[in-house]
């Protein structure tokens, strides 16, 4: 690893722009910034599933990888030209998938986000995601930005979609299902 920060504050951001990870000056608003900031915030949310007691060693090997994962694709996004994910990276989350899914009953109901803390947290750290890959789909319109990445978003949204199903299984014996009719 390259520079350590001995500092925490440099105060250049004062003026509302930002560094890339090539020394180029953004500002802080940019949709490269906007799409690696919420990539960060995808990370941030999985480690509030990881706060969860109840999350099973499996799943939070899988999580731990992903937090990895989405640590290098920040860094993707936040050096232009720099390129971190593979598609061994999406190969990856498509075998964890198939293999979390295969013992899920098929879904007849929408689910309500919830089911338990951890579960819970799931949903969240889902639709953080989601935002995170339209985010980085703007940014592809106007900059250049792999197909993989774009692939590993997607996968990961549908990963946790399906993690959440099961720590509500683990959590609460059952998932939140929607019901107009209740």
Known sequence: MGKRLSKIYTRTGDDGT?????????????????????????????GAVLAATSVPQAIRDTLTE??????ELGGELCIPGHEAVSEAFVDRLETELDDLNQDLPALKEFILPGGGEAAAACHLARTIVRRAERVTITLADTDTVRPEVLKYLNRLS??????????ARV?????VLWNRER
């Open 158 to 167: 549908d990963l946790l979609f399906v993690i959440a199903r099961v720590l």
């Open 66 to 71: 992903v937090q990895h994962d989405l640590f």
């Open 18 to 46: 930002t560094g890339l990870g090539d020394g180029t000056r953004v500002a802080k608003d940019s949709l490269r910034v906007d799409a690696f900031g919420t990539v960060d915030e995808a990370n941030s949310a999985i």
């Open 171 to 175: 959590e609460n014996g059952e998932e």
